[in-house]
């Protein structure tokens, strides 16, 4: 079976578990134990913070571990806004992930915000002009994802960051699906916050890190025996943190590698394309994540398609993992303007970091095949 779904999350990696594994085991301590085994486990969430710190560009102190991204994404758009005495109005846009759309609906309907949604183009860009007309002088945050999990797109992030800073609007950025590829941390994205997971990037399920500047006041969402500097309270996850310093370093020093994935998404893109009658990539052909292709087939059903593959030896998705289940069109993709008949063809490959050129080649064959079967097309 090929895996080719790894925007929804990646296997451990056996680095990553080998450095988790005194804290499953012998390391059981509690941080905020005060004798020897509380203290070591201290000791081994300080020093993966500071891995996690200097990874997203900060100092240790403005790490926030949480649960995973959706907490993440949760803690920086209700801990920012409801801290900030300048306004109530948030913007963000019409593609972003569940957990910020939703956030921003909780503010709205609880807590009296407004909420502006940025178009983007049909490429599933948002503009710098765009931005800078929805600001308003009680704008309490920006909050624009730096890759998409459902198509792929990178956003000129630094570009976006400068319209609000020199209006002192912060700008918090879901770089969970981009960690892995992509430079993240807040100086080079010029960003006030930045919220990553760790099971997007070879670390296991259940740890993430919002990292932010420490001059933003941040409301906490959980309430307890304050940890993380009051910040978000709950014993610390050891052995998650500390898989998640390792999988931001590992993902650092292997950034380089990734022309070569590059190459295999192009190589899948080019084929689908030139042999599938109908077929269209959904979001931009350049500013994209290098392991990420994504298309819709016309005349089919995604669903369809998926199993079809799966037959075949493809694990792959339709979108947003977050999402799967429903019936309903992708928001993303009618955010593109694609009619909603055609979004429920939609199928997404995210490829892994080892996927090698004759596996390119053999996705495309098999994509190919299963439209054929599936639609009925007559494929080239």
């Known amino acids: 079976m090929l895996y080719l779904d790894t925007a929804a999350t990646t296997p451990t990696r056996r680095e990553v578990l080998e450095t988790m594994w005194p804290y499953l085991t012998g390391e059981f301590g509690n941080p905020s134990s005060h004798h020897q085994l509380g203290e070591r486990a201290a000791h081994a969430v300080q020093a993966a913070r500071a891995t996690i710190a200097e990874q997203l560009g900060c100092r240790p102190s403005e790490i926030v571990l949480t649960s995973g991204g959706t907490e993440a994404d949760n803690l920086a758009i209700k801990g920012i806004a409801l801290a900030q005495p300048r306004g109530r109005h948030l913007v963000t846009t019409a593609i972003e992930h569940e957990a910020v759309r939703e956030s921003a609906d909780y503010l709205r309907r609880l807590h009296g915000f407004e909420v502006t949604e940025l178009p983007v183009d049909e490429e599933g860009l948002v503009s710098a002009a765009a931005l800078a007309a929805a600001l308003r002088p009680d704008t309490t945050l920006v909050s624009i994802q730096h890759a998409n999990n459902e198509i792929g797109v990178v956003q000129p992030i630094r570009e976006l960051a400068a319209v609000v800073r020199d209006v002192g609007v912060p700008f918090h950025t879901d770089a969970v699906q981009s960690a892995d590829a992509l430079e993240v941390g807040l100086e080079q994205l010029g960003v006030d916050a930045v919220s990553v997971a760790g099971h997007k990037l070879g670390a296991p399920k259940g740890i993430g890190a919002l990292a932010v500047r420490a001059a933003i006041p941040l409301e906490p969402l959980l309430h307890g025996g304050g940890q993380e500097r009051g910040r978000r309270s709950g014993t610390e996850n050891v052995a998650g943190v500390v898989g998640l310093a390792t999988a931001l370093a590992l993902a650092s020093l292997e950034r380089p590698q990734k022309a070569r994935v590059a190459r295999a998404r192009d190589a899948i893109i080019d084929g689908v394309l030139s042999r599938v009658p109908g077929a269209f990539l959904t979001g931009s052909r350049v500013s994209r994540l290098p392991n990420h292709a994504s298309f819709c087939f016309p005349g089919t059903s995604g669903e369809a398609v998926l199993l079809e593959l799966e037959a075949r030896g493809i694990a792959c998705s339709s979108g947003s ?37 004759l596996q390119a080649t053999e996705v495309v064959d098999r994509v190919v095949a299963a439209v054929a079967a599936v639609g009925g097309l007559a494929t080239r």
Do not use: M
């Open 321 to 357: 993992a977050c999402a799967a289940g429903s019936d309903e069109p992708s928001p993303v993709l009618l955010a593109l303007g694609i009619p909603p008949e055609v979004a429920q063809t939609a199928v997404r490959f995210t490829l892994p970091a080892d996927v090698t050129p």
